[in-house]
Structures are given as structure tokens and as C-alpha cells.
């Protein structure tokens, strides 16, 4: 099994709403990283969790609030977020933090905030 | 701090035709790079990847690149694109012992018949 699976697929909600993001991946991975992509932009980092601790916070606004229940999951929390937090929100997955193992993609979750 | 620069950003080619995808990277030690694509709306997913040893890389999908220390590039090729290629391709630089992948802005291929 060499995915990661995120869900949901697609998201809208208003800004005062709460919800969460999931990614999961059964491929024994130590790290997990989630990345925000605007269209036509690459991927931006925004955590990083190695061994199920938070290592990166890319200055992230308070209002993402990222969880690492285990070493398989990858949660996302949202709440009071602006339409400019519309993007793709793309998990991701590696063998471990040293930098020489590939990162796995999810497909992702399109979030639109209205 | 790594950084890498992708200097195409729409290329088109013909369905048939040969393809390069240019990647310039700035580094002070080795580099780890990589290649990824994205359809719309999608994932990335890994092409190929280079850490150390041999310079040409193969890939997936028909795909090589070749790491070159002197001109701190490392170009994806493909010697005939189909159509099912068009799509973003990102390449990215990391190194050891550090978290961050940096990636390119992108190229965007698109493929004519």
C-alpha cells in the first residue's frame, strides 16, 4: 500500500464553522507533512510531524491547528477561517525526516470558505 | 537556504515529440532533487528522484533526468510525449537532514495532437 488517502475530497464551509481534514497512510512512514497550494502556485509547507511530534510550524496562523493522534493519522483543524484560506490542502507522507526519502502525496482536499 | 528555479512557465509540444523541462537548483553541498507532476485538481506525484551515484536518472512514465553539478541543473527529458502527459510538473530540492522540500513554481505542459 503506497497511498495516502485524504478526506474529504471537497469542503465548503463558513467562516465561523469547525472542521477537520484527515490523512492517513499505512506505509510505516515517520514523517507527515501538510502543505497549502493555491492555483498556479507550487506547494507551500505549512507542519511537519516527525515520530508523531510537531518538528515545523511554517508560521502558520493559529486558526490551522494541526494533530498527530498516531503514527498513521494526520488531522487538520479548522476554524474561523477566511475565503482566502480557499486552496488545496495536500497531506503528505516519508520514510522519515533526514530529507533523502520521497514524500507521498494524497489527493488532497479542496477547501473553499464562504 | 536551497531554492530552485523552474524557468519555463507553459511549454507545448507536439504528441510525438521530444521534451525538456528545465530545473536550475541552489545549493552549497549535494542536493537531493526530485521531479513531480500534478494532474488538475490532484496530488503530486514522485517521477523520479536523485540523492547520489549515477548522474541519469530514469523514472516513471517513460521519464529521465540528469543531475549536472557544473550547470546545477537537473532537466527532466522525455523522448516522446504522449497526450495523457500534459500536465504541472514541479521539481524540488531538499537535502540531508533537512525537512523542507523547496519547490520549483512549476511548469505547465500542454500537449497538441
Known amino acids: 500500500d503506497t497511498e495516502v488517502t485524504q478526506t474529504p475530497k471537497h469542503l465548503v464551509m463558513g467562516m465561523t464553522n469547525k472542521k477537520s481534514l484527515k490523512c492517513e497512510q499505512h506505509?510505516?512512514?515517520?514523517?507527515m507533512y501538510w502543505y497549502k497550494q493555491k492555483a498556479k502556485k507550487p506547494p507551500e509547507l505549512m507542519f511537519v510531524y516527525s515520530y508523531e511530534k510537531l518538528s515545523i510550524n511554517e508560521s502558520v496562523p493559529s486558526r490551522f491547528s494541526p494533530e498527530c493522534p498516531n503514527s498513521s493519522l494526520l488531522n487538520l483543524h479548522l476554524h474561523a477561517l477566511q475565503p482566502e484560506d480557499s486552496a488545496l490542502y495536500l497531506c503528505?507522507?516519508?520514510?522519515?525526516?533526514?530529507?533523502?526519502?520521497?514524500?507521498?502525496f494524497g489527493q488532497g482536499t479542496r477547501l473553499t470558505v464562504v | 537556504a536551497q531554492s530552485v528555479t523552474q524557468p519555463d512557465i507553459h511549454i507545448t509540444v507536439s504528441e510525438g515529440a521530444s521534451l525538456e523541462l528545465r530545473c536550475n537548483y541552489s545549493y552549497g553541498a549535494t542536493p537531493y532533487l526530485f521531479w513531480y507532476v500534478q494532474s488538475p485538481g490532484q496530488g503530486l506525484q514522485l517521477l523520479l528522484k536523485?540523492?547520489?551515484?549515477?548522474?541519469l536518472v530514469q523514472g516513471i512514465k517513460g521519464f529521465e533526468a540528469e543531475f549536472k553539478r557544473s550547470q546545477s541543473s537537473f532537466n527532466l527529458r522525455k523522448p516522446s510525449v504522449h497526450w495523457s502527459d500534459a500536465a504541472e510538473y514541479f521539481c524540488?530540492?531538499?537535502?540531508?537532514?533537512?525537512?523542507?522540500?523547496?519547490f520549483g513554481t512549476g511548469t505547465k505542459l500542454q500537449v497538441i495532437p
Open positions: 524540488a530540492v531538499g537535502a540531508r537532514g533537512y525537512q523542507k522540500v523547496t
Open positions: 503528505a507522507s516519508s520514510q522519515d525526516w533526514t530529507g533523502n526519502t520521497e514524500a507521498f
Open positions: 536523485y540523492f547520489s551515484g549515477d548522474t
Open positions: 506505509m510505516g512512514h515517520r514523517a
